[in-house]
């Protein structure tokens, strides 16, 4: 198995900047070839696919800037009817403000815990070579793939079951609290960063943890000091990558959150359409906000984003 | 998209040696060691590894989820027999989450290789197309399932109004599975593209360039030469397109919660406890049927990916 780059160049630590860089940009010398009979076709074709694909989210955008007294007047197929209101609505009536915050205090604290964590396992994984390694890693890896619904009847048993003190949670326990969330969350996604990150630290020349433990340093130093800041394009990729999937999980919420207060923005989708009912204008504006975050991520830390998909999945 | 998200990759064979030269590590520095293994493990462990084991053992039983687990009865394989028989969603979930793994192997799984194939091309532009079609990938599946509202809607649908048609697309139940999976391809032909894409680049420039002096047409390049060469990341893409398709559940859950034409094997489960239902050990055999299912494309997996390491 030699494909991934990440196969190749196994010594070089900054293999994964490589990577992240390769994804996007060609890495060949480009050839720039005529435009000739097939080759326009090729660019009609995916001029066309490509339209097609962005069709949805243009329509919803589009729409979200009308007025719906125009629309209902006079059809979607018409132009006019410009406005902002939709936005100031939704964002009222959906109560965006709040499902914001419910979002960001279930996702910022779930994705340092599981950087942090993987980030510990992958370094004990990648440095030291117990007899056991290959059969843990296994452990984590098989455990991210296994289907969540299939595992939620104990856990929702269980988190009912569990006291919390009432300033986390006032129904005092874990079913319907943050926490929960988040360790859910957490247990759930540290297979895959695990595994990436110890892909990633074995690249790391051994060399420098003996120099380093020459020179007194103990385990905890050298992974803090060393092993961390070494780390950083995979943690960076991983972070973009992990921050839109927590935003994103919408079935974890939907099930262990029994208060619809306590929804983050993904999983209140189905009240949002109760509010907005026959407004599509509406609806398409309470879209394009929930999308906000995800696509601004996406724009502004592409690379990131793609490296972490792909480094996971096409290295083999 | 909760995704397996391929954890994939196979470690690179490392330099093994010098590691193994490790020094003796300290008391305080042992203990440390353990602890940094120790509490993901055990994060792993209780909350996934744990609860899958309880799906299946109280898969076994009866117990209405209250009055302590003193209050369950044994009752064997009575809810397997229950399911089959005496369950009328069961057999249309499974159908249909057999119908959402063979279009997605039909249609955007190929679809996906097949643009990747071309933006692979060099084109001029090439990136604004890869744009265009990873873009729904950064989307939730929940909210790719309510975008689609906006095309489906019967009164005011973009679909209605194209085709002069008054559909329920999502509401109607001899359509709207079609309608949920041409919605959840959209997201998984770009999800495709992007690790086909990504496995293209990093393919050796000189087999297509040997393809090529050997007089190979373009087709017959990418069939005899790149396809083979890529059986890894194929692979994955079998697995992921697997998954996906087991794990289908929120685009359902979003546009009627799973019944009425849309019923989904993860949908029934979430139907058995949230709620006012509270079926424990019937919820626990749809899991643990789930769970069966699954380690199919896990030991599929793990093998992929682990080889390398033995």
Same mark, same amino acid.
């Given at each position: 198995m030699?494909?991934?780059?990440?196969? %190749?160049?196994?010594?070089?630590?900054?293999?994964?900047?490589?990577?992240?860089?390769?994804?996007?940009?060609?890495?060949?010398?480009?050839?720039?070839?005529?435009?000739?009979?097939?080759?326009?076709?090729?660019?009609?074709?995916?001029?066309?696919?490509?339209?097609?694909?962005?069709?949805p989210l243009l329509w919803g955008a589009f729409n979200s800037f009308r007025d719906y007294d125009f629309t209902a007047a006079n059809g979607y197929f018409s132009f006019g009817g410009f406005t902002l209101e939709n936005y100031v609505d939704a964002w009222q009536r959906g109560e965006f403000g709040e499902k914001f915050l419910n979002s960001l205090y279930i996702t910022v604290p779930a994705v340092l815990l599981t950087l942090f964590l993987s980030a510990c396992a992958a370094f004990v994984l990648a440095r030291f070579s117990f007899k056991l390694n290959i059969t843990l890693l296994g452990f984590f890896v098989a455990a991210n793939l296994l289907p969540p619904q299939a595992l939620l009847i104990p856990i929702y048993k269980a988190f009912n079951e569990i006291p919390l003190p009432t300033w986390l949670n006032s129904d005092g326990e874990l079913l319907n609290s943050y926490l929960?969330?988040?360790?859910?969350?957490?247990?759930?996604?540290?297979?895959?960063?695990?595994?990436v990150l110890s892909n990633y630290m074995k690249t790391l020349p051994p060399e420098i943890y003996e120099s380093a433990a020459v020179d007194g340093a103990t385990v905890a130093r050298q992974f803090f000091q060393?092993?961390?800041?070494?780390?950083?394009?995979?943690?960076?990729?991983?972070?973009?990558?992990?921050?839109?999937?927590?935003?994103?999980?919408?079935?974890?919420?939907?099930?262990?959150?029994?208060?619809?207060?306590k929804f983050p923005i993904t999983s209140s989708l189905n009240n949002l359409r109760g509010q907005f009912f %026959?407004?599509?204008?509406?609806?398409?504006?309470?879209?394009?906000?929930?999308?906000?975050? %995800?696509?601004?991520?996406?724009?502004?830390?592409?690379?990131?984003?793609?490296?972490?998909?792909?480094?996971?999945? %096409?290295?083999? | 998209m909760t995704a397996i998200e391929g954890p994939t990759a196979a470690p690179a064979p490392a330099p093994r040696t010098s590691r193994r030269r490790t020094r003796r590590l300290t008391g305080s520095d042992r203990s440390v060691v353990g602890l940094m293994v120790a509490v993901p493990l055990l994060f792993v462990l209780v909350l996934v590894w744990l609860p899958a084991l309880a799906s299946v053992i109280l898969s076994f039983s009866r117990w209405e989820g209250f009055g302590?687990? !003193?209050?369950? !009865?044994?009752?064997?394989?009575?809810?397997?027999?229950?399911?089959?028989?005496?369950?009328?969603?069961?057999?249309?979930?499974?159908?249909?989450?057999?119908?959402?793994?063979?279009f997605l192997f039909l249609i955007p799984t190929p679809l996906g290789m097949f643009l990747a194939v071309l933006c692979d091309k060099q084109l001029r532009g090439s990136r604004i197309y890869q744009t265009s079609f990873y873009l729904p990938v950064v989307l939730s599946l929940a909210l790719t399932g309510f975008i689609w509202q906006l095309i489906y809607s019967r009164d005011q649908g973009l679909l209605n109004a194209v085709l002069g048609t008054s559909v329920d697309w999502y509401g109607d139940p001899r359509v709207n599975l079609w309608a949920v999976l041409v919605a959840f391809g959209w997201k998984h032909t770009g999800y495709i593209m992007l690790i086909y894409l990504a496995g293209l680049k990093a393919v050796d420039p000189g087999l297509r360039e040997a393809a090529t002096v050997d007089g190979a047409s373009e087709a017959r390049t990418y069939f005899s030469v790149i396809f083979p060469v890529m059986r890894?990341?194929?692979?994955?893409?079998?697995?992921?397109?697997?998954?996906?398709?087991?794990?289908?559940? !929120?685009?359902?859950?979003?546009?009627?919660?799973?019944?009425?034409?849309?019923?989904?094997?993860?949908?029934?489960?979430?139907?058995?406890?949230?709620?006012?239902?509270?079926?424990?050990g019937f919820g626990s055999a749809l899991a643990t049927i789930m769970l069966l299912i699954s380690t199919v494309y896990v030991v599929i997996h793990l093998r992929a990916t682990m080889r390398e390491d033995r």
């Open positions: 030699t494909t991934g780059p990440l196969a %190749t160049g196994s010594a070089d630590p900054d293999i994964l900047a490589v990577t992240a860089a390769q994804v996007v940009t060609d890495p060949r010398p480009r050839r720039r070839q005529p435009l000739r009979g097939p080759r326009v076709v090729l660019h009609v074709f995916l001029l066309v696919m490509a339209v097609g694909w962005l069709m929960g969330l988040i360790l859910v969350n957490t247990a759930f996604q540290i297979g895959f960063c695990t595994l060393l092993t961390l800041p070494l780390c950083r394009p995979p943690l960076a990729a991983l972070a973009t990558l992990q921050i839109s999937w927590i935003y994103n999980e919408f079935f974890w919420a939907t099930a262990l959150l029994t208060d619809g207060d %026959t407004d599509y204008n509406l609806l398409s504006a309470g879209s394009i906000v929930v999308a906000l975050p %995800t696509l601004i991520v996406f724009f502004v830390l592409q690379r990131q984003f793609v490296a972490g998909l792909t480094l996971g999945s %096409t290295k083999g | 302590g687990l !003193d209050a369950i !009865d044994w009752i064997g394989i009575e809810n397997y027999k229950n399911i089959a028989t005496n369950y009328p969603p069961f057999w249309p979930a499974l159908w249909h989450n057999l119908i959402w793994v063979v890894p990341i194929n692979l994955i893409i079998l697995v992921i397109t697997v998954i996906e398709s087991l794990r289908a559940f !929120d685009i359902v859950w979003i546009v009627n919660k799973g019944r009425n034409g849309l019923e989904v094997i993860a949908a029934l489960v979430v139907q058995n406890i949230v709620g006012e239902a509270s079926r424990v």
